[in-house]
């Protein structure tokens, strides 16, 4: 299975600020097809997961283009800038190149 | 527009089986793959298995054993049976959605199961 390993564990940041999460795989993320399949995912308190990015770098529907992925092979980046009130949850990283799923374990946000 | 909704038992007793059903609407589910995903109180999320568009499904081979998916699309259902459960099994159980994109896109508000006597 591949492991996603996610730090840190939790983050503080004023708001305004930025932050980066890192989140590298066990194991090369590309596709047989080419595609590289690292998404980010939100779960605000007491809510559902919401997807923010999908194939490393592109924004979900509607989300604010303040939060940019990036990355390639096993190391992957979630930046977020310009942080707001909202934004606090728990982050994890998923991959979906290879079954079974995997998620990483999760980055707190919390607003200093 | 999309949504999905969980259903079930809220309490299950040790060693019983657990049996959930996922509702679906906005979308089909001969062109969508539904997973469930699952996620202990105060912890992280655990994929569970998956009931792709064509009706092939795949498990977490640590829950194989246990698990089944199936569904009624005339119905618009995707069903979650899991036996043997035991007090670890107790957290929040998501059906989600993904297509091209490898990615969950939607997801249903969860639906909370305790496993206790």
């Known amino acids: 299975d591949v492991v996603m390993t996610q730090t840190p564990v939790s983050l503080s940041v004023s708001l305004g600020g930025q932050v980066s999460i890192s989140c590298r795989s066990s194991?090369?993320?590309?596709?047989?097809?080419?595609?590289?399949?690292l998404s980010w995912y939100l779960q605000k308190p007491g809510q559902s997961p919401q997807l923010l990015i999908y194939?490393?770098?592109n924004r979900f529907s509607g989300i604010s283009d303040r939060f940019s992925g990036s990355g390639s092979g096993t190391d992957f980046t979630l930046k977020i800038s310009r942080v707001e009130p909202d934004d606090l949850g728990v982050y994890y990283c998923?991959?979906?190149?290879?079954?079974?799923?995997?998620f990483g374990s999760g980055t707190k946000l919390e607003i200093k | 527009q999309v949504q999905l909704k969980e259903s079930g038992p809220g309490l299950v007793q040790p060693s019983q089986t657990l049996s959930l059903t996922c509702t679906v609407s906005?979308?089909?589910?001969?062109?969508?793959?539904v997973h469930w995903v699952r996620q202990p109180p105060g912890k992280g999320l655990e994929w569970m298995g998956r009931?792709?568009?064509?009706?092939?499904?795949s498990y977490n081979s640590a829950l194989k054993s246990r698990l089944s998916i199936s569904r009624d699309t005339s119905k618009n259902q995707v069903f979650l049976k899991m036996n043997s459960l035991q007090t670890d099994d107790t957290g929040t159980y998501y059906c989600?959605?993904?297509?091209?994109?490898?990615?969950?896109?939607?997801w249903g508000q969860g639906a909370s199961v305790t496993v206790s006597s």
């Open positions: 989600t959605r993904d297509r091209t994109i490898a990615a969950m896109d939607a």
């Open positions: 906005g979308f089909s589910l001969t062109s969508y793959n």
């Open positions: 009931m792709r568009y064509n009706g092939d499904t």
């Open positions: 194991q090369s993320l590309v596709h047989n097809n080419g595609n590289t399949y």
């Open positions: 194939k490393v770098s």
């Open positions: 998923g991959q979906g190149t290879q079954y079974p799923l995997t």
